[in-house]
Structures are given as C-alpha cells and as structure tokens.
C-alpha cells in the first residue's frame, strides 16, 4: 500500500496516530524508523556510520591521548598522572596546548570507513538474524552476533590508524609527524607491524562489542519502547553501553597498548628483546611489569572516553538514519497518494 508524504513523515515522528473518531490508536503494524523500509540503502547505514564514527573518535580525543599514556607500564617520571584533568593540564602546560590532538588525523582517516562498514553490516546481520530467531522482533543474540561480526571488518580498517595513533600519543614519541611514523615503522618493522596487534584488538572488541550492542539495545527496551526516534534514550542508552563495555575490557586494551606502542622500557626491564608480539606473550609481559593491577591502568580514562563517545556515536547515528530515512521516504512516496 503506498503512502502519501506527511503519513511517511509522521511514521517516522511517532508510534501513535489519530484515527478519525479521535481515538489514540498504536501505529505497530508498519514497524518504526529503526525498522528501516526494505528500499532504504546501505549508503543510508553507511552514511550515518561514518559522520557518527568521525565525531566520537574526534570529540573526546585528547581524553583518549591521555589514557594511551596512563596505560604505559613504566612511565618517564614526567609523564606519571594521578587523574585525567590533572593530565590534560599537565600536558597543555608542558608541551602545549595542541598536543593532546597529536595522531588525530590518521584517527579521522581510519574511522569514517571503519565506522561506514561497521554500522551497514551490524544493521544488516540484526535484522537478518532477528528474522531467524525471533520472528523480526528484537534478539539480544542476534544484537551480540551482529556487533562481533562487524567488529571484524571495523578492526581491519582502524587497526593500522590505532597502532599510528597510539605512537604519536606517547610521552616523547620520535616521530615528526603521521608520514614520518607510517615510514618509520614500515622500515625498521615491516608492514605487519600495523597489524600486530590485530588479534588482541579483536579478543578485545568482540566481547566488547557484544557488551556494547546489548546493553544499548537492552536499555532502549526500557528508555524507548516503541523504538521512536528519541534523542535522550539514544544518548543515556549509549553512555552506559559505553561505560559497562569499557571498563570490563580495559585489561585487554592495556595489551593492545603494550602491543601498539612497544614500549620499550618496560620491554626492557623484562627482558624481552626484539618486538614484543602475540596476546599471550603481551598478558605475560604486562603482569611481569606491574602485576594484576597493571591490567587496569588507565581504567578510569578510559571509561572518562568511552562514555561520551558512544553517546555521541549513538546519538549522532540515530539522527542520521531518521532523518536520511525521513528524506527518502518524502522524495519516493508520491504527494496525495493513499
């Protein structure tokens, strides 16, 4: 049955209409914007993916700089920070105020593509998913599976801008800048440098991924019933999705770190020589140095990060995806057409 253009609009505005007499009726049986028309394409979930991928890597990023140097094992006695604020300070003063933005640019490279991919396939794997096991409707296994899946194609991307970034951010790093660190270590390392941490990235943000989707989904449940487009639910939802994951996940991350940076001091100090690879050889290396507390440093940073960066992502990619789907919908749907 087509529809005219203000019905169309107005579908995607509420879950409820009007109906002649004047009864509040439930507007369910055509689903919502979440449940995006079968004509709306991946370019929409892709679209979205990327500006929403761009502005939570972008926003939050100098808070981001500072957990990659709370993370290190063994820190210059100049680089040791007892709170995020007190870090930000601390490095503005010292070594001015745009260095907290060092390695931004490989990190804006990185995440539109790898945001684009990620949201188009978790979209795509839930509803798939969520046809199979719950009849269309909302599957937190299909929600779980479908954030793991595109995690795989995310890390793939991001992987190589993550291990860039994350040298450019450390306290005396030697590299000049973006090229000089991609040519550096191409040289001296080898171009699988830039994916040597690549399974520890994905033993971390499967799981946190999964964590991720589900709470989100799983507060939405309760924020945002009928799934309507609702700013707040979306920003809240993902605050705490972000927060949960995050801190679960942080000894993993520390790691990856380990693993990105190869910090040299602490690989020294434990005897390791050569470049330190592998997730099993990182969880040994970071236990050897600091013990079991070393696998939380940088906790509350990274949780500082995460919490507005995912509602920001979230937020920003629910807005795009209403509001390219309302467009869509006004351009196709022929005015005056029942």
Same mark, same amino acid.
């Given at each position: 049955? =087509?529809?005219s253009?203000?019905?169309?609009?107005?579908?995607?505005?509420?879950?409820?209409?009007?109906?002649?007499?004047? =009864?509040? $009726?439930?507007?369910?049986s055509?689903?919502?914007?979440?449940?995006?028309?079968?004509?709306?394409?991946?370019?929409t979930?892709?679209?979205?993916?990327?500006v929403?991928?761009?502005?939570?890597?972008?926003?939050?990023?100098?808070?981001?700089?500072?957990?990659?140097?709370?993370?290190? $094992?063994?820190?210059?006695?100049?680089?040791?920070?007892?709170?995020?604020?007190?870090? $930000?300070k601390?490095?503005?003063?010292?070594?001015?105020?745009?260095?907290?933005?060092?390695?931004?640019?490989? +990190?804006?490279?990185?995440?539109?593509p790898?945001?684009?991919?990620?949201?188009?396939?978790?979209?795509? @794997?839930?509803?798939?998913?969520s046809?199979?096991?719950?009849?269309?409707?909302?599957?937190?296994?299909?929600?779980g599976?479908?954030?793991?899946?595109? +995690?795989v194609?995310?890390? !793939?991307?991001?992987?190589?801008?993550?291990v @860039?970034?994350?040298?450019?951010?450390?306290?005396?790093?030697?590299?000049?800048?973006?090229?000089?660190?991609?040519?550096?270590?191409?040289?001296?390392?080898?171009v699988?440098?830039?994916?040597?941490?690549?399974?520890?990235?994905? +033993?971390?943000?499967i799981?946190?991924?999964?964590?991720?989707?589900?709470?989100?989904?799983?507060?939405?449940?309760?924020?945002?019933p009928?799934?309507?487009?609702?700013?707040?639910?979306?920003?809240?939802?993902?605050?705490?999705?972000?927060?949960v994951?995050?801190?679960?996940?942080?000894?993993?991350?520390?790691c990856?770190?380990?693993l990105?940076?190869?910090?040299?001091?602490?690989? +020294?100090?434990v005897n390791?020589?050569?470049? $330190?690879?592998?997730? !099993?050889?990182a969880?040994?290396?970071?236990?050897?140095?600091?013990?079991?507390?070393?696998?939380?440093?940088?906790?509350?940073?990274?949780?500082i990060?995460?919490?507005?960066?995912? !509602?920001?992502?979230?937020?920003?990619? =629910?807005?795009?995806?209403?509001?390219?789907?309302?467009?869509?919908?006004?351009?196709? @749907?022929?005015?005056?057409q029942?």
């Amino acid at each position: 049955m =087509e529809l005219s253009s203000d019905r169309a609009v107005a579908r995607l505005e509420m879950s409820q209409i009007h109906s002649e007499d004047g =009864e509040l $009726l439930n507007d369910n049986s055509d689903g919502d914007y979440e449940s995006l028309p079968p004509h709306v394409s991946v370019t929409t979930h892709m679209t979205a993916g990327a500006v929403a991928g761009i502005l939570e890597h972008t926003v939050m990023y100098p808070v981001d700089s500072v957990k990659t140097r709370m993370q290190s $094992l063994q820190p210059d006695p100049n680089a040791q920070y007892k709170s995020v604020y007190e870090a $930000l300070k601390r490095i503005i003063k010292t070594e001015g105020i745009f260095r907290p933005l060092r390695g931004l640019n490989i +990190t804006m490279m990185g995440a539109g593509p790898a945001h684009a991919l990620y949201f188009a396939c978790y979209e795509r @794997v839930k509803h798939s998913l969520s046809d199979i096991i719950q009849s269309g409707g909302n599957s937190h296994i299909a929600n779980g599976v479908a954030g793991s899946v595109a +995690t795989v194609l995310h890390d !793939a991307v991001m992987n190589p801008a993550e291990v @860039v970034k994350q040298r450019m951010q450390m306290y005396n790093s030697p590299y000049r800048g973006l090229w000089d660190c991609v040519r550096t270590v191409t040289h001296t390392e080898g171009v699988g440098a830039f994916y040597r941490s690549y399974s520890t990235q994905l +033993t971390m943000n499967i799981p946190f991924q999964a964590v991720h989707f589900i709470t989100y989904e799983l507060m939405q449940e309760q924020l945002n019933p009928h799934r309507q487009y609702n700013p707040g639910s979306h920003i809240v939802s993902g605050a705490a999705a972000g927060a949960v994951s995050a801190a679960v996940t942080t000894p993993l991350d520390v790691c990856k770190t380990l693993l990105n940076t190869q910090e040299n001091v602490a690989l +020294t100090s434990v005897n390791v020589s050569g470049h $330190l690879s592998g997730m !099993a050889n990182a969880f040994r290396t970071v236990y050897r140095v600091g013990g079991l507390a070393a696998f939380f440093k940088g906790i509350q940073a990274r949780v500082i990060y995460q919490m507005p960066s995912t !509602a920001i992502a979230w937020s920003v990619y =629910e807005f795009f995806k209403y509001f390219l789907t309302k467009q869509k919908l006004e351009q196709e @749907v022929a005015p005056g057409q029942l």
